[in-house]
T-cell receptor, first 116, second 112 residues
Framework: GAGVSQTPSNKVTEKGKYVELRCDPI?????LYWYRQSLGQGPEFLIY????????DSGLPNDRFFAVRPEGSVSTLKIQRTERGDSAVYLC??????????????FGPGTRLLVL | KQEVTQIPAALSVPEGENLVLNCSFT??????LQWFRQDPGKGLTSLLL?????REQTSGRLNASLDKSSGRSTLYIAASQPGDSATYLC???????????FGKGTTLSVSS
């Protein structure tokens, strides 16, 4: 079956522009996560969805970052007024989301964002 | 705030060696601990997941241990192969199980 997919694979934008990054989770996975990975660092948690709702958005760095998952499947991470410091690989992951069940997260290949 | 540290940052070994990667975390209140593999330009692949109540997990040539009270985990790789070359990331899940906190990783190079 298909894994987690992310589009685009690469995105180059100019400082101050708006970008949208898309994540298609594994079919049937109710939990979806966004992470950001800077060069030489481990992934940094941004936000977690259970179904359509953001159950934990404590990792979003500021109000320029926003994510939605309107139908409980595909998610979009939105970044307004991009800054050079936003340049990173944005990773999406999904899991079954069974309450109280210890389960792994399956990661997509990431979107490499470069802000010039 | 939970912090995860991995030692060493990089490791080079000849093929066939057994090796140990180390991970430490500052807050023992974790939901589980996971080891991932990351190949250049690729996403993460889960290797092992240890629940907070468990002491170790094994998969093939990989064995991971967890000592929650001391805040440590080790990943043991037996009989290393060139195909094992990658970055290995340790991550702890927060108590709610909603987020993974990662270390910076150990980059392993196995030469033939």
């Amino acid at each position: 079956g298909a894994g987690v997919s992310q589009t685009p694979s690469n995105k180059v934008t100019e400082k101050g522009k708006y970008v949208e990054l898309r994540c298609d989770p594994i079919s049937g996975h109710t939990a979806l996560y966004w992470y950001r990975q800077s060069l030489g660092q481990g992934p940094e948690f941004l936000i977690y969805f259970q179904g359509t709702g953001a159950a934990d958005d404590s990792g979003l760095p500021n109000d320029r970052f926003f994510a939605v998952r309107p139908e409980g499947s595909v998610s979009t991470l939105k970044i307004q007024r991009t800054e050079r410091g936003d340049s990173a690989v944005y990773l999406c992951a999904s899991s079954l989301g069974s309450p109280g069940f210890q389960e792994t997260q399956y990661f997509g290949p990431g979107t490499r964002l470069l802000v010039l | 705030k939970q912090e995860v540290t991995q030692i060493p940052a990089a490791l080079s070994v000849p093929e066939g060696e057994n090796l140990v990667l180390n991970c430490s975390f500052t807050d023992s209140a974790i939901y589980n601990l996971q080891w991932f593999r990351q190949d250049p330009g690729k996403g993460l692949t889960s290797l092992l997941l240890i629940q907070s109540s468990q002491r170790e997990q094994t998969s093939g040539r990989l064995n991971a241990s967890l000592d929650k009270s001391s805040g440590r985990s080790t990943l043991y790789i037996a009989a290393s192969q060139p195909g094992d070359s990658a970055t290995y990331l340790c991550a702890v899940a927060n108590q709610a199980g909603t987020a993974l906190i990662f270390g910076k990783g150990t980059t392993l190079s196995v030469s033939s």
